[in-house]
């Protein structure tokens, strides 16, 4: 199905163009899948199941639904035009940069694809690394400082998830049925053959979420992100913000929900508050930003905080919302970052100051960077207004305080968004050595108007998307949504671990399951689409 | 009397490294210093053979001489780790020794009797020969270590690692006796059979001992305060033998007596936890602020013998002991290959005189060489267990073993483990850095890499990557191996 293609490349010239060529070919590839992906079916398709590993069984099991399908679109979209954005900029060791760029793309793509968690946890670490290196050696200025936090961080989330990945595979085999097979693994914690102590699916789920939340990132965990994002060259922004981040919000989509519902719906207030804290202080931290690149960096704070709480509002609209939007923001995203760097490009700076009534010299940049931030801020007609819209719907219905406060995070990204727009391009060129600067050549507003083709497409169509999506959420939903079957199952297993202390304590275990059991299902969502 | 013929096959391997290491040793004399060549390619033979000599007690398993010695898949996984380390070892340290001008013969025999001291350690089924095979690779390796013999620092080494080793032994020794004394036998079968009274006090300060010997020779903390000193003064081939085959050893022989001695289990549970924890930290911790890289390389063997004892901890906690060994060899595997690829790599950039060993002298190497630097990165990511290298499944098995266990005690092991990796994380990846993305202060010129280390290089990258991707023979035949160890 999807090659997992690693790139040798040893002649010189032809590195960038043969790079490109396999992103592209990559691409299309890819794009067989929308077009032969059945819409209806909830479970996934394109599945390839190999066995890698034996004893332990780890299986080479790919596959896409719903949530992943356009995750990998837009992993596909931004590699060759990441590449095309390197295509100058990238003077030394160009072939190193290329092979990082498509071995973090194999990376990426095999993290949404992979439906074994160990194969999972193998790509989520395996591109690691060429992100480091991206970061590291073709970075600005304090580019190893950053590069080192960004590892460091990311490591120490996914140690705890490999043990709690092991966790669960002892679990499973304690059920008698060990895997690392992840849709075997939520069928079990479905119906209960698997069934996890309170306690134990606390921990588990805080390993896998906290490994999540500092991808993200999730507020108090955020601290790498500006300077990853500032000392990367331009692909490797917008590679990381337009799609490392969303492996973060994938993976709670993926795990956190319907593998551990009951601890997701403890904890849900707690990330709510987090993800609400995300969106106002990420926004108000940008709009003092001197940097044009910082600040895009933390309105990716702000508008992931949307994602994380569309996501824990448990409901259809907002969750649907959460997956357009995690697309939405690589797209918009990964076109200011790709806008910032061409600035970059011509001036060597990334400060606002050194800006000013740049709409003169460069009207074609100044118009794609102003749909861009338009539809980064939620302008209605393009792809931010749509998944935006969606989370707080969604979120309303079941949280109005929520949604209230997450749409003040709205209010604040317009106002930093134009607020840097106005100071970079309107007014007088304040800089005579701006005067000069040559505007975008076809390259260039290439790249700008295939992402900006798309912000319309997703503004303006966005059920092509959301129709695809459907199956899928309500898939994780209805996992999330067996109280009855998760207790019965553990009711069970007590009973059968419980034969010997006497029937005496059998007899009140069923009493006190349902007790438990009846208030977590009353106040659960029922979806109503 | 002659032993019986199956017996000598049972111990082919050794037989061949010390006929190999004499006939060395005779020639060495007459050999002129031009062609020493001659006698290294005669000790990566001889290291070679003994290899392929495995399969003759493969062919015949069981004891031998009368139960003291056994060939088994036990013995023979260890064997199979300690003779290629043997090799790789000569192998990449034959333009070494012509670089800094030493004398090949004696240095390629000690390595072979070593060797055949380890093969001993890790056949032994009886404490008094196990005592012979430590003794045989202690004092090779003692002499192996001061083989600078003009560098002051060489010989602080091998005078610290002498002395030390000769308590560690004395400690072993004693508790090889009072074992002796508690159970009637020095045989580990018969002791299995005859721990009537495993609450002996007598016993358990036999295998107290016997604990202090070994975990000083693993350099598990808190007896690791030689292993820096020496690892750093010993010549870098050297060290690369030292940090590796010995300690697979001295792990093979404490599984072996764990596995055995019921006693042992209970008793030496909390010392392994609080020695795997102990040099965890230890390891990590003082590796973080070095500066020289083969000194923070010899801080991280303390760290990996910490996780090694972690999976030793694991299979000491339960009566299904399999995981935890099986994941103990497989990490020992994992771990030879590549520290002693490491090492001889620092071997050959540190020039002559081993003079570049600062980790700033490493700056801009990925310009200057660029397989150097790849394969080094390659070796230090499977070290810190990253996906794709053997390290990181090593690591995996470890975290199994542990879990399998179900006890709080080895869960918290395995997150102060994953917490350790996170630690380690900085200080392996600060030397890519250097390597990648540092401009060399000053101009070091690139010596040529000789093909005999590219060829030890090669097999043991690609040994790394075959295990982290294809792991399923090797641990399988681990697990295997650990089935028949009582």
Redesign the interface.
Known sequence: MLGLLLLRSEDYAWIRRLALAVALAEFAISLLLPWSFNPNAAGFQFEELHVW????PIHYHLGVDGISLFLVLLTTLLTPLSILASWDSIRERQKGFFISLLVLETGVIGVFVSLDL?LF???W??M??PM??LI??WGHER??YA??KF??YT??GS??M??AI??L??MS??ARAPTFDIPQIQMLLANGNLALSRKTETWLFAAFFLAFAIKVPLFPLHTWLPDAHTEAPTAGSVILAGVLLKMGTYGMLRFCLPMFPEASRRFAPAIAVLAIIGIVYGALVAMVQTDLKRLVAYSSVSHLGFVVLGIFAFHAISIEGSIYQMLNHGITTGALFLAVGMLYDRRHTHLIHEFGGLATPLPALAALYLFSCLASAGLPMLNGFVGEFLILAGTFQRHAAWASWAALGMILSSVYLLWSYQKVFFGGVTEARNQALPDLNRRERGILFVLAAFMLWMGIGPSYFTHRMEASTQAVLQLMQRPQAYNAGRMNTRDIIGMNPGSVGTAAMPVAATGSGAPARGSLPVNSR | MFPPLQDLYRIAPELVLCGFGLVIMLLAPVVPRAKQGVLTALAIGGAGLALGATQLPMWYPGPAYSGVFRADDYSLFVHWIVCGVAVLAILGSARYLHRESYDAGEFCALILFATAGMGVMAGAQELVTAFIGLEMSSISSYILASYKRDAPRSNEAAMKYFLLGSFATAFFLYGVALTYGATGTTRLDLMAKSSSAPADTLLKLGLGFIFVGLAFKVAAAPFQFWTPDVYEGAPAPVTALLSTGPKAAAFALLLRILANVEAAGALWFWALWAAAALSMFAGNLAALVQTSVKRMLAYSSIAHAGYILAAIAAAAATEQYESGIAAALFYLVTYALVKLGAFLIVAQLGGAGERHMEIEDFAGLARRQPAMAACLSLFLLSLLGLPVTAGFLGKFYVFNAALETNQSALIWLAVLLGLNSVIAAYYYLRVIVVMYMREPKQEIIAEPVPWTLSLALWIASAGTVYAGLFPARIIGFAAKAALNLR
């Not at chain 1, 590993?53 to 332990?56: A, E, G, L, T, V």
């Open positions: 590993i034996p004893q332990p160990f946890f193998l790509f670490e395996v690691l690394i480091y290196f590291g050696i580019r190893i590069a080192l590892i460091l490591m120490f140690i705890l490999l043990i092991v966790w595979y002892r085999a304690e």
